[in-house]
Every structure is written in C-alpha cells, then in structure tokens.
C-alpha cells in the first residue's frame, strides 16, 4: 500500500457516499470502510509487514484517512437527516417541539396597564409627558414656589446648564402642559417615571412610577372626586376594600387630602404591615388649586377640577404583600416570574 493507494481509497470512498440516499445504505457503506473488518481495519492490521522505518508514517496516513472518513459520513449523515423519502425514519416528527421561553411584561408595566385601564373606561385619556422637565412646569406652575420649604418634599436632581433643567420629580407638571395646550373638559391619566434623590431602602429609591390623574370641567366637586378614586381602589384592591380621606397639604391642590385604604393584610384589624393603624396610605389628592388653574390660564371662576397622584411601586407592595421596593429593579427572574 503506497500513499497513492490511500488517495485513490478515499476517492472510491467519497463517490461511494455520493451515491447513497438511506440511512441503511450509510451503514452498510460505514461498516465496509471502519468495521471491525472492514478496509481501515485491513490497512492497521498490514502494519507490521511493513518495514520499520515506513510503519510510523504509514500509521500517520491511515490515521489521516480514517479520520476523513468519519468526518464525511457524519456530513452525509446530517444530510440525510434534513433530507426526504426514507431518510426521514431518524426524525421523529410527532415529538413536541421545544418551545422557546416567552418572556412577559414586568409587574409594574402590568399595573400601569391595569390602573390606566381601569381611568380609560370612566372616560380618562392617557397621556404621558418627559421625564426631563423645566422647573416652571415642575415647580412654579404648580404654586410652589421657588425657596419654599415644601419644595424640600420634592428634592430635586437638577441636570447642569444654566436652564435649571430637572429630572421630574413627580408626574403633576403633566397637569400644566396638558392644561395648556388644551381646554376643558379634561379628564387625563398620566404614568411615567419619576426622580428624587433619596437613599435607596426597603421603601425608597431614586427613580419609580407615578400615576398623576385629573379633571377638570365646569363644577368638578370634591365629591366627583371621592367617587372616581372609590371606583378605582375597589377595582384594583377587591369589593371590600374601604377608603378614608385625611386633611393634608399639598401646594398645588386646596383643600388637599390623603388617602388610605383598609389593610389587606388584616382587613383593618391592625397588623404590622399597617403598623397596628388598620389603614394604609395609598395616595395623595385634592381639588387643583385656583393659582394652578391661573397659571395655565382658565379662570377659576369658570373652571374647577380635582387631581391625585399615586406611587406605582407602593400599589403594587400592598396589592401583593412586597416588603422590598428594590426588588422590583432588581432582574431576578425568580420574583419576576411570579407575575
Ligand atoms: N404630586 C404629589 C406627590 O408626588 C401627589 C399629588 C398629585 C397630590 C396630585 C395631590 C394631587 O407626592
């Protein structure tokens, strides 16, 4: 056996292959060649015929020659595979197919989706508005005015530049480009994310979601809104679910209130997610304040409305017993799957 004969070998081998089309045939073809009897067999076994000094080198071209050959039929293997007629038998085609892994919104997109849906069927509109905003609309359209200690309650992130830029730091100065660029009747929700720097725990961080809602019309009471926010709690927390207003202040609403509900946890027995109290706060609300409507230009005279604004985290904390705000950033698929 000369190294031509190992060329010519692999060359009846490889039209050999060509011409098969079974699976069977594959075999039988892969037997006559690599079997414990077969040609690749022969040639190992011719070694020690040879000289000493040729076997070390005839060794390395059989090697070589097998080594093609397994490669060719696994090649051809794939081939018939993927192929038609009887080749098919390998493919099992009734077994289930691996399904790819959907993913799914995330918890707190669910719930914007939810609470805009719940606004949508009383009539609200959704409109979102940029989280970079000017401090006007952030700050001053909403009577809050500048060096006032309640600008404290919405301490600031203030991008550089001599604008004062800011990133919101909550949803409300969505009221004033609303406000402005259109008329009475309104009844608008606004999601979005918002931005305060406080020091990230349990129930703080830097950057959550609001839903900011409001309306306003000709005779908007405070009763229309007590009625639209009980509408919207017994939807979201359940039939049973009682509400409670008290006094509070917000600059930009007057009188302004804030809002609990009855603890789910303990249906208002006390417990320690309510901390003994029955209630949880929820939101903060009231009717727009006369100097906000000023400032966009209606006449409270004309015009009244109402507005509220609520954390989209801490909904979802009490609706579902989370302890942890930082876990719904957190990108753990074992929390995240749960909803
Ligand atoms: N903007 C207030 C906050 O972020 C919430 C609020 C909105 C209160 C509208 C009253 C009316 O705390």
Redesign the pocket.
Known sequence: MSERDIASLYKNFESETEGINSAADLEELRLRYLGRKGLIAELTGSIPTLEKSERAEFGKQVNALKNRIISLLGEKEKFLGRGSGEARESVDITMPAFLPELGHRHLITQLISEICGVFEKMGFLVIEGPEVETEYNNFTGLNIPLEHPSRD??DTFYLKGKNRLLLR????PV?IRVMKSRKPPLAVVVPGR?YRPDATDASHLFMFY?I???MVDTNIRFSDLKGTLEFFLKKIFGPDVRMRLRPHF?P??EP?AEVDISCNICNGKGCSTCGRKGWLEI????MIHPNVLRNVGYSPKKYSGF?????IERIAMLKYGIQDIRIFYENDLRFLKQF
């Open positions: 309650a919405f730091s909550h949803t409300s009221q918002v609001q900011e809602g409001f917000f930009f609403t302004s939101l903060g609300a009231g507005a509220f604004g609520m954390g």
